[in-house]
């Protein structure tokens, strides 16, 4: 069996070393590894792709009906959400950037920050779906109901299965994307901890590096499903 | 570096490594992992194989009276299921394509072993869901899940199913994932693209597939898991959903999911046909050209399942169009084979017998995606036998054949030791008269109107006898299938010890012993010749032992 | 209509099976002529390019008639002539329930006359079923919520099968009935007897037992739209769009008023959705569609112009 070559360059992974054994190189190792992560996240791409195609579809056809739906979900609480969930994109960009230039305490600092801000935005999403709780616009209940008309139509009551349509959609899509970022959060954590042990530095982050671009992309998931699903016919 | 020796003096093999479960459960090595795979989807097979069976017996007479008629639309529903999600798809990447890959590029293992593992996992994990589905009361819903049929009316398991299935993608997604980053980041130096085996190509295509095309399947059935537990309307139009919108996003998958199934076999063929006829391939770019052609394409066809589903006259005339497109790579490819056999130096081993068949069905089973790629023939034979047939001629025909074809090829490289010829050759005869005799009465049947999923044909007693000849060929079918499992059991311990290179074959895979070592390559390779080049190769193909 | 998609049939036919029998030669043939001999070795042939482009374009050029010719036969069964004599259909998990415009009901057991375009007008109650007669070469999805449409003509007088070709559960297999076609003059006499009140009658009594003509009035009074007339004609909505008002439009428009409103007119009209049955539909639409035609013996109404409420 191999054995490891003992680790000479602080920062560089011990552990992963292992794996060395059937890459060629480290540089291998990194590209394989960001590739791997790319693929990834267009298999994520497709996955989201097909409730943003329904959301779509059925968006053309009950366009006043959404827009009613949409209007009853609390826009402040969404935007502070997404900006929220822009700084966490930030704080994880500034941990990969510490990495790069050694500064391996700022890592871990970055990293709780990140995680902070993700449940953060989980909290302000549970209280949103409190808010869809206590109203009854859960779908599928006895209970729904969308009070109101379809916004500048005072005269065309809101359709409620078309509404619960848009409300089924709402669920499932920030439903899946909480799930994706409670993934995140978890994975940070677990990034954190490695970091606190020194695993990271200028030789070596590409964890960090990838953990960051999963988050990238579900935070790029939420840039879409922010006006897609609160800013229906929204005027001021 | 010398050949590793254990301690017992053997060669260090990849089997006689480490002994123990532990070190099977927890492998990381693909040749490990891809006999663990074989376990699960033999083991899988033979469920679906018993299912058709049973829907076979049924059929023998008009009458429903073997079983009742909703045990029957439960056969037909995990039959399908199982033969897709549980045998097909990862049969031929998982087993053949994790255990070739490294080595036909020169690499150690894949780019992710552990990875490798959790594909297999997965798969594990949903073969229990799907086991417990089965055992608690089945499912029936036909494969295709159609709503609302399997959101509102349906009392069986349809969520645990649907969630079995789910699960079972992502095993797909991350072998695809794992193949894809392999096949860019892992080639030895020398191995360029043009270089790769035909093999390789078939999985790199099979794998944009499945790392495409499997998540929005996913997505559907967690959709349609959400809207039978908590009574959503998207797919139900009582409650202003579309359940169209449900066909279309389930075969957006299913259709490219039909070439996850077949682009890996015709690799395979590929790698026999030119073995044993001592040749080069007729036609290397256009080969692999076709590879990725009919995975694009693939993926633009899907409502050709729907011509009657009540979508538009245009959208119909449209996918009719682009089905046609996506045949011409699949002929190029039947020609080229054909061609590659032209002047060659052929022998008739048992791969090469599964080759011959896989050409032959593989056309036929093609052809007749013609006549329903045709608006007009399509309304009349869709959802009759006559699909059934078409079908099974590829996947059974084509796939299945490819991928016996394939375990007997590199059985000597996995196992180190041969299988018996002349058994070989007899499952292979048994296979290909069964298969047919089972299957092409079907067209018949199709064309007479049969529909397909019918427990009872009481009504129409002319169908009788054709379903008598298809039951009669699936037991000749069940024979041949049965004979390979036990021959490669009894071969491994009572085979003939089998040499690096027993077919005198072209590949780094045949450059190593059988069974490999570990780590496959004692030094990394340095390839400087092109695939399949029995220009250089002097040896003819040993007689059969 | 069926003899062209056996015409086509036979063509795809006797292609494949010189495909077929091509393919099985050669490799026979070159499996046999080239099998190893003592002193021969294999000859290498990289490919050829030549070779290459003639084997896809021949095959595309032959595709290319099967499309075509498949997409004639197809864009003619899409289309059901005019003149059809029209049945209503609800299909339901396990039965065909029919109505013919006369009046007459069955269940699984549809009588036509010869010679005649019919056309069936579809909707299920429950759920994704499909019509199939394998004598008729037609086959079509039917669909709950909403209507589509399959049309044949039929030559010969027989009894024909007719299958449930969607799976729709337990008793798939069970939907069947037949198509039984008779001479004209049997089919006038089958259809007289029994009294039954046209279906286009029944819908007139629907339409005022539920109120619907208090608004859809003939003369330029109404809050809805005067519906004379009105059937297969573009209507101008009030967002813009204009549709043609075809069965589904008229479903569409008593089931889910608020979703197409036309011009000029305000969203003022109920839902009916949950209080008719798909029957009770089917005669409203047949009614809706009689008014204002002359022909097929219907009394025609004069069709006065749909004017707004000021």
Known sequence: ?236 | ?545 | MANNVDALFVFLLVVSAMMTLSIFTMVIFFAVRYRRQGGRRAEQIEGSHALEITWSIIPFCVFMVFFVWGAVIYFRERTPPPDSAEVYTVAKQWMWKFEHMEGQREINELHVPAGRNVKMIMTSQDVIHSFFVPAFRIKQDVLPGRYTVAWFHATKPGTYHLFCAEYCGTMHSGMVGSVVVMEPKDYEAWMSGGGNQPLALTGEKLFSELGCVTCHRTDTQGRGPNLVGVFGKPVLLEDGRTVTADENYVRESILQPAAKIVNGFKPVMPTFQGQISDEQLNALVAYVKSLGQQPSGQPGKSVAAASPQP
């Open chain 1, 1 to 236: 069996m191999q054995t490891s070559p003992a680790a000479t360059v602080p920062g560089e992974a011990h552990e992963n070393l292992a794996l060395l054994h059937h890459f060629a190189t480290p540089e291998q190792q990194k590209d394989a590894a960001s590739l791997g992560m790319w693929i990834f996240l267009v298999t994520e791409v497709m996955f989201f792709g097909g409730m943003f195609c329904a959301y779509l579809i059925y968006r053309y056809w009950y366009f006043g009906d959404f827009a009613a739906a949409s209007s009853s979900i609390d826009l402040t609480l969404g935007t502070i959400n997404t900006a929220v969930l822009i700084c966490s994109s930030l704080t994880v960009a500034m941990a990969v950037r510490c990495a790069q230039v050694g500064k391996q305490k700022s890592i871990v600092v970055y990293l709780i920050l990140t995680i902070i801000l993700g449940v953060a935005f989980l909290g302000i999403k549970g209280l949103e779906y409190k808010q869809k709780f206590d109203e009854n616009h859960v779908p599928g209940q006895a209970s729904f109901h969308l009070a109101g008309h379809v916004p500048r139509h005072p005269d065309l009551p809101v359709n409620q299965q078309h509404a619960q349509i848009y409300f089924s959609l709402y669920f499932a899509m920030t439903g899946m994307h909480a799930l994706h970022m409670i993934i995140g959060v978890g994975l940070f954590s677990y990034l954190a901890y490695k970091a606190w042990k020194g695993l990271y530095g200028p030789g070596y982050y590409t964890p960090l590096e990838n953990g960051g671009l999963y988050w990238h992309f579900v935070d790029i998931v939420w840039i879409y499903l922010f006006p897609l699903l609160y800013l229906i016919d929204r005027h001021p």
């Open chain 2, 1 to 545: 570096m010398a050949t590793a020796v254990l301690e017992t003096g053997e060669r260090e093999t990849y089997l006689n490594r480490e002994y123990g479960i532990q070190s099977w459960l927890l492998t990381v090595d693909h040749k490990r992992i891809a006999l663990l795979y074989l376990m699960g989807i033999t083991f899988f097979f033979f469920i679906g194989g018993f299912f058709a069976l049973l829907i076979r017996l049924e059929l023998l007479t008009p009458a429903g009276d073997l079983v009742q008629a909703d045990t029957y639309n439960k056969l037909f529903t995990m039959h399908g299921q199982i033969m897709v999600f549980f045998f097909l798809i990862p049969s031929v990447p998982a087993v053949l394509g994790n255990f070739l890959i490294p080595i036909m590029i020169g690499a150690k293992d894949l780019a992710f072993p552990r990875i490798n593992l959790l594909s297999w996992y997965l798969y594990m994990i949903a073969g229990v869901m799907m086991l417990y589905t089965i055992l608690n009361g089945g499912v029936d819903t036909g494969w295709t899940f159609y709503t609302p049929l399997s959101t509102e009316f349906l009392k069986t398991n349809v969520v645990t199913a649907a969630l079995a299935v789910f699960v079972a993608g992502f095993s797909s997604i991350f072998t695809g994932l794992n193949f894809i980053v392999t096949i860019h980041r892992m080639r030895a130096p020398g191995m360029t693209w043009n270089r790769l085996p035909l093999f390789v190509w078939a999985h790199y295509a099979t794998s944009l597939i499945q790392v495409l095309g499997t998540p929005v399947l996913a997505i559907s059935l967690v959709l349609v898991a959400l809207e039978r537990v908590l009574h959503l309307g998207i797919f139900n139009p009582a409650l202003g959903g579309d359940p169209l919108l449900f066909q279309h996003l389930f075969w957006f998958y299913s259709h490219p999911a039909v070439y996850i199934m077949i682009l890996p076999g015709m690799g395979i063929v590929s790698e026999i046909v030119c073995c044993f006829s001592r040749k080069r391939i007729f036609g290397y770019k256009a080969m692999a050209m076709a590879l990725l052609g009919i995975a694009v394409v693939g993926f633009l066809v899907w409502a050709h399942h729907m011509f009657v589903a009540g979508i538009s006259l245009y959208a119909a005339l449209i996918f009719s169009l682009l089905s046609y497109f996506v045949a011409v790579p699949s002929a190029i490819k039947v020609f080229n084979w054909t061609a590659t056999m032209y002047k060659g130096s052929i022998t008739y081993q048992t791969p090469m017998l599964y080759a011959f068949g896989f050409v032959g069905l593989f056309t036929m089973g093609g052809l007749t995606g013609l006549f329903l790629a045709s608006l007009g023939v399509d309304v009349h034979v869709t959802d009759t036998y006559f699909v059934i047939a078409h079908f099974h001629y590829i996947m059974v025909g084509g796939m299945v054949m490819a991928y016996l074809g394939g375990m007997h090829f590199w059985w000597p490289k996995i196992s180190g030791r041969m299988y018996p010829e002349a058994w070989g050759r007899l499952a292979a005869l048994l296979v290909f008269v069964g298969f047919n005799l089972t299957f092409f009465p079907q067209f018949v049947l199709g064309y007479m109107g049969m529909p397909r999923r019918y427990w009872d044909y009481s009504h129409s007693p002319e169908f009788q006898i054709l379903n008598v000849l298809s039951t009669a060929g699936a037991t000749i079918l069940a024979v041949g299938y049965l004979l390979p499992m036990v021959y490669f059991l009894w071969s491994m311990r009572y085979g003939k010890p089998a040499p690096d290179n027993p077919w005198n074959a072209a590949g780094l895979e045949w450059m190593i012993p059988s069974p490999p070592s570990t780590y496959n390559f004692e030094e990394q390779p340095v390839v400087s010749w092109e695939a399949y080049n029995y220009d250089e190769i002097k040896e003819e193909v040993p007689v059969a032992n």
